[in-house]
């Protein structure tokens, strides 16, 4: 919980008392103690499934503790991607990262089981309009305009500094990705009213373009 005061960003704040956190090989954060939650109502099954040999509750949640003793989560276990070298990857940081460029304004990794990190990404398109003006790239619309190589190569090389400036391990790196030409929609369920990714949605109409990216060399 975090205490007046003392709140940090990206951090869910200290352990309250009598509560054992713990993160797991995976990085899932699993916890302990007499107001933990103890079981599913008449569901053994899933009691059993939510809670480790030793009686840990899995909470879902990927994490850690930083240096300050803050319980940082960082993104939920069913998201994770785990590479085909064995390396999981929790997708919400890189997309984080990627969208503090003005040119990006969603991210969406892709790779569970690949070689490398493929991504999906929305562009600002406020921004890319006035790269555009300021480059004299004509254009028809937006369709057209993610096509462009200029723009293409626009957001190839954010991407790569943005690598770079905030360190990500290579096995992270974005290697090819598909830039889109609309916002992720509501009405096609791709968010949820509160604008959450359904990542699921997404893939599951995007996955004939995903896995071309992955025909010929493995990535750069």
């Known amino acids: 919980a975090n205490q007046p005061g003392r709140q940090k960003a990206g951090a869910v704040g200290f352990v309250v008392p009598e509560v054992q956190i713990k993160i797991a090989v995976d990085g899932e954060i699993a916890a302990k103690g007499p107001n933990v939650f103890k079981g599913y109502y008449e569901d053994e099954a899933s009691t059993k499934a939510a809670f480790d040999e030793d009686g840990w509750f899995l909470t879902g949640d990927i994490g850690r503790i930083d240096g300050e003793g803050n319980l940082v989560i960082t993104d939920r276990k069913k998201d994770l991607l785990v590479t085909a070298g064995g390396k999981n ?96 929609s509501q009405s096609d369920g791709e968010v949820t009213p509160t604008l959450k990714m359904r990542r699921k949605n997404i893939t599951d109409k995007y996955k004939d373009q995903l896995e071309k990216l992955y025909e010929g060399d493995g990535g750069e």
């Open 89 to 184: 990857i929790a997708p919400q940081k890189v997309e984080n990262i990627l969208k503090m460029d003005k040119f990006i304004e969603e991210v969406m990794l892709y790779g569970d089981k690949k070689k490398f990190i493929a991504a999906l990404v929305v562009p600002d398109f406020d921004w890319l309009e006035k790269y555009a003006a300021h480059k004299g790239i004509e254009y028809k619309g937006h369709s057209d305009l993610v096509k462009n190589p200029k723009i293409v190569d626009l957001i190839s090389r954010r991407i790569k500094a943005a690598h770079k400036e905030n360190h990500i391990p290579k096995y992270e790196e974005v290697k090819k990705f598909i830039l889109l030409d609309h916002r992720f």
